[in-house]
């Protein structure tokens, strides 16, 4: 059973730093694009960050500059590295991985992120 396992949320102020993890199983990661996305109170789901295998990234442009994404795909994992954080970047963190041409598409459990003085 495919599974993606968040870590990293909490609480930071803002100005401040975190990094979200996902860790991946069951899956052949190599063949999925790997993606988080947000849901802040009261909005829709909107990606932030999304990385495909060979490495090329697209990221919203309310994050470009601050958040970064990565991937290990020997460890089937995939970070991002949030920085210089904002009180609306607020918001509970999915991580994604699709396999575009099979329609496979899941999801983490979700991760709190909230950032406030």
């Known amino acids: 059973q495919v599974q993606l396992v968040e870590s990293g949320g909490g609480l930071v102020q803002p100005g401040g730093s975190l990094r979200l993890s996902c860790a991946a199983s069951?899956?052949?990661?190599?063949?999925?694009?790997m993606g988080w996305y947000r849901q802040g109170p009261g909005k829709q789901r909107e990606l932030v960050a999304a990385?495909?295998?060979?490495?090329?990234?697209n990221y919203a442009d309310s994050v470009k500059g601050r958040f970064i994404i990565s991937r290990d795909n020997a460890k089937k994992m995939v970070n991002l590295q949030m920085n210089s954080l904002k009180p609306e970047d607020t918001a509970v963190y999915y991580c994604?991985?699709?396999?575009?041409?099979?329609?496979?598409?899941?999801w983490g459990q979700g991760t709190q992120v909230t950032v406030s003085s």
């Open positions: 994604n991985a699709q396999h575009k041409l099979r329609g496979y598409d899941y």
């Open positions: 990385i495909t295998s060979g490495g090329s990234t």
């Open positions: 069951d899956i052949i990661f190599s063949m999925y694009v």
